[in-house]
């Protein structure tokens, strides 16, 4: 049981330039989220999805897409990087309330040059 | 406003002393649900609890308690006898329903907790 995964681990950017952050879990949970951490700012909703083929914004949705055609994955996309995208990005899963503990993945580093 | 309010940025604190992180929230629901994770420095989130709006009861998890009163919206953590191990930085969440039964958490912006030895 491998729990909340996300790939890459680290990845380095230049302006303008797209990527794709996977995140898969294990444990059948029907919500995942994308959350980015930034020095100071806690942990901020980018984009989250309560089923498969469902996503809705969160917080911090500019500059961000998502999509989630499996249940058991969720992936942020970054169409043309800009260096205030520069962060850790953690995504998470949970069961529906009311076993609403979230459970996530180790985090990505992204640096955008 | 935050919605979740974490006010102590950091505390320090030397090995063995009790020490107490507070959060404050802020929400119109009924029901709701309230988190503390703990992130140390190797960087995962760890859940440590969740509690629920309808159930103020204090819980104590070894060195761990946490207090829940919902006439003052806090919920805060306190770690007795603190280590060196403890060193992290705390989040509070709070998790609100949105409609169609779905919830979405909100984080404070954490605390950051430094025991010296």
């Known amino acids: 049981n491998a729990g909340v995964t996300q790939t890459p681990k680290f990845r380095v950017l230049k302006t303008g330039q797209s990527m794709t952050l996977l995140c898969a879990q294990d444990?059948?949970?029907?919500?995942m989220y994308w959350y980015r951490q930034d020095p100071g700012m806690g942990l901020r909703l980018i984009h989250y999805?309560?089923?498969?083929?469902?996503?809705a914004k969160g917080e911090v949705p500019d500059g961000y897409n998502v999509s989630r055609l499996k249940k058991q994955n969720f992936l942020l996309g970054l169409e043309s990087a800009a260096p205030s995208q520069t962060s850790v990005y953690f995504c998470a899963s949970t069961l529906p309330p009311p076993q609403e503990t979230q459970y996530f993945g180790p985090g990505t580093r992204l640096l955008v040059l | 406003a935050q919605k979740v309010t974490q006010a102590q940025t950091e505390i320090s604190v030397v090995e063995k002393e009790d020490v107490t992180l507070d959060c404050v929230y802020e929400?119109?629901?009924?029901?709701?649900?309230l988190f503390w994770y703990k992130q140390p420095p190797s960087g995962e989130l760890v859940f440590l609890i969740r509690?629920?709006?309808?159930?103020?009861q204090n819980e104590i998890s070894g060195r761990y308690s946490w207090n829940f009163q919902k006439s003052t919206s806090s919920f805060n953590f306190t770690i007795t006898a603190s280590q060196v191990v403890d060193s992290a930085v705390y989040f509070c969440?709070?998790?609100?329903?949105?409609?169609?039964?779905?919830?979405?958490?909100?984080f404070g912006r954490g605390t950051s907790l430094i025991v010296h030895p």
């Open positions: 969440a709070l998790s609100e329903a949105i409609g169609g039964g779905s919830y979405i958490p909100t």
């Open positions: 444990m059948n949970h029907e919500y």
């Open positions: 999805s309560v089923g498969e083929g469902t996503t």
């Open positions: 509690r629920n709006s309808f159930d103020e």
């Open positions: 929400t119109r629901d009924t029901t709701y649900y």
